[in-house]
């Protein structure tokens, strides 16, 4: 089963617009959550990080929102940039139930027009 | 400073033959992590290494898979007898002490035929 789910497969944003990625975790455990995003060929890159005690994290252009009751975060983009176009994964750990692992959503799609 | 690197960066082998994949993870750091992504899926985690604790074994799929950490550095990810549903990128991340946030390699994409 699906602990971390994006159900968005992708999501097309003008440049300048915000971009809203949305993810939703069934395990209420987990208490770090992660956004990376992913281009082609290339592993993985840290964007912003949450903690369970909080409801918002900042940096620059990204916002992190975590609404634990719903057991729902989002990402923010905003103003959307072309550079934004890549793969964008959610990720959750728990511990210590999980350790330092994380589990992944099945990652969103961003493309970002001029 | 430099990241996590991962060798091969590709490797096609066929089916039934052992393949090993390195990861050195960034330097200092303590944790290190293989997950592999199969085409259209998410990361999934394979296993874990912590210090000189005993590593979290608790992903990897079947006991042709294991993995090894020497030294508290470099790891080797040896999967014997591929078959092609191990076709999949490798990635390996490390993360310092105390922290939860863990950097990926480039990965390593697994063909097998």
């Known amino acids: 089963d699906q602990q971390v789910k994006q159900n968005s497969p992708s999501l097309s944003v003008q440049e300048g617009r915000i971009s809203i990625l949305n993810c939703d975790y069934t395990?209420?455990?987990?208490?770090?959550f992660l956004w990376y995003k992913k281009y082609p060929a290339e592993g993985p890159t840290f964007l912003i990080s949450?903690?369970?005690?909080?409801d918002k994290n900042e940096d620059g252009r990204f916002t992190v929102f975590l609404n634990k009751s719903a057991k729902h975060l989002s990402l923010h983009i905003v103003p959307s940039q072309p550079g934004d176009s890549a793969v964008y994964f959610c990720a959750a750990s728990a511990q210590p139930e999980y350790g330092n692992k994380l589990v992944f959503g099945a990652g969103t799609i961003l493309r970002v027009k001029s | 400073g430099a990241g996590v690197s991962q060798s091969p960066s590709n490797k096609v082998t066929e089916k039934g033959k052992d393949v090993e994949l390195r990861c050195d993870p960034i330097?200092?750091?303590?944790?290190l992590y293989w997950y592999r992504q199969s085409l259209g899926q998410g990361l999934e985690f394979l296993i874990y290494?912590?210090?000189?604790?005993?590593?979290?074994k608790s992903g990897l799929p079947s006991d042709r898979f294991s993995a090894e950490r020497t030294g508290g550095s470099v790891s080797t990810l040896t999967i014997q007898r591929t078959q092609q549903e191990d076709s999949a990128v490798y990635l390996c991340?490390?993360?310092?002490?105390?922290?939860?946030?863990?950097?990926f390699g480039p990965g390593t994409r697994l063909l097998v035929l």
């Open positions: 330097s200092g750091h303590t944790a």
């Open positions: 290494f912590q210090g000189n604790s005993a590593p979290d």
């Open positions: 395990n209420s455990m987990f208490d770090y």
């Open positions: 949450i903690s369970s005690i909080k």
């Open positions: 991340a490390s993360s310092p002490q105390g922290s939860e946030t863990q950097y």
